[in-house]
């Protein structure tokens, strides 16, 4: 019975994405502001451009975290997602996390239907249904797993509908669809876990908010796309 309201949620969930999902080639721009302890500590924009049958996402990440005045957490990312006719073939990034450098080499092995991964956290291959976990993507909401954008690591995940809920954000009111996003592995450290509530606008299927606790509460919030 548990694992037939597990598939009947599931064909929900995507008959539901497919219904409102936006139309990301004719996206140009998503901007979301991050918020720590609900004080703004930075950005995440994200740029779509489409050359041919290939959809480019280019995503950058910049946020500092200043206790009594010194910087304590500093991040600046850069990342590239490429897409052919909705599959993803190729993912690059960087990251400078304070003074520890980060990377992702992804590229799809069209042969063996597989992803290769060079990142640093983990070297091998991954099934072609993993996500990369970046928040401008509803599918994430549907994936079994994702592919950390910062390192590679790969994160096997459970997704839970909370609620419908009406949201206000920058002065707007948005009717939202609520979901839980946790790891599939409870044994994991709690700084390897994935916790994250996120908020899905059910007008154009983008993601407005994503909201998560580790050394303070964390916002990521739609501020504007176009």
């Known amino acids: 019975m548990r694992v037939f309201f597990k598939l009947f949620f599931l064909i929900l969930l995507s008959i539901f994405l497919s219904a409102y999902s936006p139309n990301h080639k004719n996206l140009k721009k998503i901007e979301m502001e991050i918020f720590r302890n609900n004080e703004l500590i930075g950005y995440n924009y994200y740029f779509f451009k489409k050359d041919r049958n290939i959809i480019q996402v280019s995503n950058q990440v ?7 005045g010194a910087t304590i957490f500093n991040v600046e990312s850069y990342g590239e997602e490429n897409y052919e006719k909705n599959q993803l073939i190729s993912f690059k990034s960087k990251t400078k996390q304070n003074n520890k450098e980060k990377f992702v080499n992804l ?33 994430i909401l549907e994936a079994e797993s994702q592919i950390s954008p910062i390192s590679g690591s790969i994160k096997k995940q459970i997704v ?16 939202s669809k609520h ?7 409870q044994d994991l450290p709690d700084d390897k876990k994935l916790n994250f509530d996120v908020w899905l606008d059910k007008k154009t299927g983008l993601i407005l908010k994503v909201k998560y606790s580790k050394m303070g509460d964390w916002e990521y919030r739609l501020k504007s796309f176009n």
């Open 179 to 185: 979901y839980k996003i946790l790891s599939k592995d």
């Open 107 to 139: 590229k799809l092995d069209k042969g063996k239907k597989v992803f290769v991964i060079n990142g640093s956290s983990y070297t091998g291959t991954a099934e072609i249904n993993n996500v990369v976990g970046n928040w401008w993507n509803y599918r």
């Open 160 to 175: 839970n509908f909370i609620s419908e809920e009406n949201i206000k954000l920058y002065g707007k009111n948005f009717d």
């Open 62 to 68: 910049k946020f500092k975290v200043k206790l009594l």
